[in-house]
């Protein structure tokens, strides 16, 4: 199958299964993560930026940053290729498509969020196996859920379910707003940035590819 843009291959490790939010006695959030050490830099980011990391108000920084990068970084533990293994036998031979998936991410330059939606569509391959509905936003998650960038989020995505589906084509698209753009920098808000990435059909037949894209568009 025909790619629409260069990859960047990038199979993790094995699913650690759910991470959930904890409280300072729920380590559950920090699984996998170097917890002590995120502590330490974030306490060191505090100093280096001339905050007091002992001041009553950020005593429990530290190890709240920690949890909460343990949960934004969660999909740098996940494997992407497992979640598409559940597929169903239904001998759909057109378009499935999933669209306006919510979506928050990790500019991995500036460690800031980015966040909008991402569609999904795809036409089965010739077995006509369809995968679970929710299994596409489950992808979403576990490549979101790392430092990112968007271009490759979306390149993965689309990848993935190349590679596990064998479908006979995927469009990927995402709209998101950078907050590296909006809070800092430039400081732009509201500007959209849209990435698409497009395989088989979609990428080979302009008249199949306008109409998914009339459909994500669509509003
Ligand atoms: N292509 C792409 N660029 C991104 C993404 N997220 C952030 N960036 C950009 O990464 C670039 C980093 O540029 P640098 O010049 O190295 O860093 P900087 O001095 O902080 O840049 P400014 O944001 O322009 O202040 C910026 O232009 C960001 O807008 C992304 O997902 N895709
Ligand atoms: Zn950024």
Redo the contacts with the bound molecule.
Sequence with gaps: MSRGASTTSDRAGSDVGPIVAGTSRDRTATDGIDAPRAEAAVRELLLAVGEDPDRPGLLDTPARVARAYGELFAGLRQDPLDILSTTFDEHHDELVLVKDIAMYST????LVP?HGVAHIGYVPGVDGRVTGLSKLARLVEVYARRP?????MTTQIADAMDEVLKPRGVIVVIEAE?L??AS???RKPGAR?MTSAVRGVFREDVATRAEAMSLILGR
């Design positions: 500019c991995e330059h500036h980015f990112q960038v968007q271009e490759r950078h590296c753009m800092r920098g430039i940035t």
